[in-house]
């Protein structure tokens, strides 16, 4: 991951696709996601590995408010510091669920659409797809 991004390259900036084919594109993506129960499962069980730190969090918070009213303030920024690590945590988790799952399965439906990508990379192929991406080195075939 050395070239990490906040959210997932889909494909090569290159591709300048109409708003109504990547809607197209991306309901293609969906409905092969939705064929594929081992995408769906690792999505949704990547997504949630940050639910446990929420659950410590409202058992933190919840305790310490059962405690004096002198602690208030401290129950609240415990609250909100662990509220703003889990909502990070999770963002984190979603982009590497989707990296892992999801934008395989765009780059397949970009080249289903006649638009050969490297499902690995993202790297444009152009007509006549080698055997090879030139960009990552990954095999090719079978994109579609």
Known sequence: MAD????PRFHDPSLRLSLRD??????DANVRMLRDWRACWTFVWISLLPVP?????VVAVTST???????LPVALGIGLVMLA???FLQHVAFSVAMRRTYVPLVRMALAARGHPTCVACG????PGAPAACPE???ATSGNG
């Open 123 to 126: 790297h444009l192929l152009g």
């Open 136 to 138: 990552c080195g990954s």
């Open 4 to 7: 990490w991004d906040w959210w």
């Open 22 to 27: 990547q809607v197209a594109v991306h309901w």
């Open 65 to 71: 408010f059962a405690a004096p009213a002198a602690r």
């Open 85 to 87: 690590t889990y909502g």
């Open 53 to 57: 730190l929420l659950a410590v969090a």
